[in-house]
């Protein structure tokens, strides 16, 4: 990796990777332990990191998110990370990778009022979809359809 040291990447994505974790992991203790075994993981294959394969951002959350699966698939915990929020994430993500964060501001002024508040409440205020429901008083179901609608005219407007 030319210049880029693995203490950049821990530098830029550790507050990043513990905002993806600490929502969907209950306990404090576990979050922090699956934190460190994330960045363990980057440092074992850090050497090996190919960026014409992919960003270090994409590379990092790969590693994060297969990382999470890998903890809820031994404890037998499924009901906190179901199929959608795998693909919200990575649609997200790649909003990130691609755009600098004004362009995201603007393109979250252009989402319609409920959206852009499902989108806030979510990723800034790491607020889980159920939760979120009931905050704006809507169904569990409603709120995964806005929200992926949202992700996509996100995407779209970025594009």
Known sequence: ??????????????????????P????PADAEDLHATIFTKIFEKFA???QTKASVSTWVYTIARNTLIDFFRTRKIYDELGDEDIVEEDAFQGILDEETLQELTDAL???PQRERDLIILHYYNNMQLKEIALKLHMSYSNC???????????HQYLA
């Open 1 to 22: 990796m030319d210049a880029l040291t693995y203490e950049q990447v821990y530098q830029n994505y550790s507050k990043k990777i513990m905002s993806y974790i600490r």
């Open 24 to 27: 969907r992991i209950n306990n």
């Open 48 to 50: 090996s990191f190919d």
């Open 109 to 111: 002024k252009k989402l």
């Open 144 to 154: 995964k359809l806005v929200h992926n609608k949202a992700l996509m005219k996100l």
